[in-house]
């Protein structure tokens, strides 16, 4: 996005964004929502069945430096934006070149200029920036959401709350229009679209201290034995993010996968980077600020309990930030 801000239709853009009042934006998204909630999702549901070959090492592991692909929208999402698709490492995600519609497209070729990001790994993101106006910075808090799938979820939390930005991170390319095109016919201008893995995003491109929460909905569970280590919510994937969350920060996690919730209870409470927020330790009550998601609706239809668990960030002394290397202050 900070490739090509000030071109005139990117100009026009933010202008109409500024004059967007947030309680029409919010008036207007359960008109639009609908419209959304017509458009295909055959490769999201791919994804709860994939069975992909795979190799690799864990996540957080080095990357090797590779020419990037040809954007398959000119001017929109790359298709391997940091080059990595030769790496070798485990992917929580299921690679997918799913039928993108003609109002996807479109909003991708638009709108990507504007408020699209590829993950590239090579440059530290300003959030102040990337949530500005093109003129002004913004000082919103920034949450991070992993996995926004075609967004629906997303667009309703942006609009419920306007003095946040997300940036919300997917790989799922007809979901990026998706979002996009959400986030235009509801005049929401908190919201950015990063194209790539998050693992990457957190590894190299976030500030430390930068992030006011982490969200991550019904992530792929994964469900066969051979598979459970592309599950995303692991140890390694704790150390790699806690150190962008600001002290008291929430990473928000939920899933209808029981055994899932079992195991991001588990190393959520073992972690040391982070505390339940539940007295009794267990889960938490879905907060009125989730909407309901298109997975969490096709859980449920089957019959699935659905978890929700918040923790909080937490700094405990002798810590090591894996980011700067510094070690907490003793209380
Ligand atoms: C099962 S879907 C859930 C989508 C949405 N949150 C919902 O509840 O409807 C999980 C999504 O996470 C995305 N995903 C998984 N690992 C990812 C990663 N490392 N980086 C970016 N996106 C990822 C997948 O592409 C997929 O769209």
């Given at each position: 996005m900070s490739e090509?801000?000030?071109?005139?239709?990117?100009t026009?853009l933010r202008?109409?964004?500024?004059?967007?009042e947030?309680?029409?934006?919010?008036?207007?998204?359960?008109a639009?929502?609908a419209r959304a909630?017509?458009e295909?999702?055959?490769a999201a549901?791919?994804?709860?069945?994939?069975?992909a070959?795979?190799s690799?090492?864990?996540?957080?592991?080095?990357?090797a430096s590779r020419?990037?692909a040809?954007p398959r929208?000119p001017?929109?999402?790359?298709?391997?934006p940091?080059?990595?698709?030769h790496?070798?490492?485990i992917?929580s995600?299921?690679?997918?070149r799913?039928?993108?519609?003609t109002?996807?497209?479109?909003?991708?070729?638009?709108?990507?200029?504007v408020?699209?990001?590829?993950i590239d790994g090579?440059?530290?993101l300003d959030?102040?920036?990337?949530?500005?106006?093109g003129?002004?910075?913004?000082?919103?808090p920034?949450?991070?959401?992993?996995g926004f799938?075609?967004?629906?979820?997303?667009?309703?939390?942006a609009?419920?709350?306007?003095?946040?930005g997300?940036l919300a991170?997917?790989?799922?390319t007809?979901?990026?229009?998706?979002l996009?095109?959400?986030?235009e016919r509801?005049?929401?201008?908190?919201v950015?679209?990063?194209n790539?893995?998050a693992?990457?995003l957190?590894?190299?491109?976030?500030?430390?201290?930068s992030?006011?929460?982490?969200?991550?909905?019904?992530?792929?569970?994964w469900?066969?034995?051979?598979?459970?280590k592309r599950?995303?919510i692991?140890p390694?994937?704790?150390?790699?993010a806690?150190?962008?969350?600001?002290?008291?920060?929430i990473l928000?996690?939920?899933t209808d996968?029981?055994?899932?919730a079992?195991?991001m209870l588990e190393?959520?409470?073992?972690?040391?980077?982070?505390e339940?927020?539940?007295p009794d330790?267990?889960?938490?009550?879905?907060?009125d600020?989730?909407?309901?998601t298109?997975?969490e609706?096709?859980?449920l239809?089957?019959?699935?309990?659905?978890?929700d668990?918040?923790?909080?960030?937490?700094?405990?002394?002798?810590?090591t930030?894996?980011h700067?290397?510094?070690?907490a202050?003793?209380?």
């Amino acid at each position: 996005m900070s490739e090509s801000p000030h071109t005139p239709e990117a100009t026009g853009l933010r202008e109409a964004s500024r004059a967007a009042e947030p309680a029409e934006a919010a008036r207007a998204f359960e008109a639009a929502g609908a419209r959304a909630a017509a458009e295909p999702d055959r490769a999201a549901e791919a994804a709860r069945s994939s069975e992909a070959a795979e190799s690799g090492r864990a996540a957080g592991g080095p990357r090797a430096s590779r020419p990037q692909a040809a954007p398959r929208f000119p001017g929109g999402p790359s298709p391997d934006p940091a080059g990595s698709h030769h790496e070798r490492r485990i992917r929580s995600f299921q690679p997918r070149r799913s039928r993108v519609t003609t109002s996807q497209g479109d909003a991708l070729r638009r709108l990507w200029p504007v408020w699209g990001l590829d993950i590239d790994g090579l440059r530290t993101l300003d959030l102040g920036e990337l949530f500005g106006d093109g003129q002004k910075r913004s000082d919103k808090p920034v949450v991070l959401e992993i996995g926004f799938g075609m967004g629906e979820a997303t667009a309703r939390m942006a609009a419920a709350d306007p003095d946040t930005g997300i940036l919300a991170v997917d790989v799922h390319t007809p979901g990026q229009g998706n979002l996009l095109g959400l986030a235009e016919r509801n005049g929401l201008t908190n919201v950015r679209v990063a194209n790539g893995d998050a693992i990457i995003l957190l590894r190299e491109m976030l500030p430390p201290s930068s992030l006011d929460g982490l969200r991550v909905y019904f992530p792929d569970p994964w469900p066969k034995p051979r598979h459970h280590k592309r599950r995303l919510i692991q140890p390694d994937f704790l150390t790699l993010a806690a150190p962008s969350l600001k002290p008291g920060a929430i990473l928000h996690c939920a899933t209808d996968w029981e055994p899932y919730a079992e195991q991001m209870l588990e190393v959520l409470t073992a972690h040391p980077d982070f505390e339940n927020t539940q007295p009794d330790g267990g889960y938490a009550p879905r907060p009125d600020f989730r909407p309901h998601t298109r997975f969490e609706g096709q859980g449920l239809r089957k019959g699935h309990v659905v978890h929700d668990l918040l923790f909080r960030r937490v700094t405990r002394p002798g810590a090591t930030d894996a980011h700067s290397g510094a070690t907490a202050p003793e209380a």
